[in-house]
Nanobody
Framework: VQLQASGGGLVQVGGSLRLSCAASGRTFSAYTIGWFRQVPGKERDVVAVISGSGGNTYYADSVKGRFTISRDNAKNTVYLQMNSLKSEDTAVYYC?????????????????WGQGTLVTVSS
């Protein structure tokens, strides 16, 4: 599966952005999709994960209540709605696909990656 992340940009503290992760392939619903973020010098960290059906979700504590992950399998797309953005949310955001159908949270477990989209939150 090939992934394409988009929707990043520059936003002020308190603002909102919606990221999209568009995928190719006919078995998109079989993949767990995760959003991760990375800042220079640090490891890629999990932000949110959604199961293939969309029925299960996971959020990192730092984004709970502010971010929402969702998917539209008919459109082969996963979304990350980000509200009440903080300066510490600034990072390159990546979406990954995992074939194991488990709610994996470590980036090394993911099989496919999009190219990343930069989110900059300014104060």
């Amino acid at each position: 599966v090939q992934l394409q992340a988009s929707g990043g940009g520059l936003v002020q503290v308190g603002g909102s952005l919606r990221l999209s992760c568009a995928a190719s392939g006919r078995t998109f619903s079989a993949y767990t999709i995760g959003w991760f973020r990375q800042v220079p010098g640090k490891e890629r960290d999990v932000v949110a994960v959604i199961s293939g059906s969309g029925g299960n979700t996971y959020y990192a504590d730092s984004v709970k209540g502010r971010f929402t992950i969702s998917r539209d399998n008919a459109k082969n797309t996963v979304y990350l709605q980000m509200n009440s953005l903080k300066s510490e949310d600034t990072a390159v955001y990546y979406c990954g696909a995992d074939r194991s159908a488990t709610m994996v949270r470590h980036w090394r477990s993911y099989d496919y990656w999009g190219q990343g989209t930069l989110v900059t939150v300014s104060s």
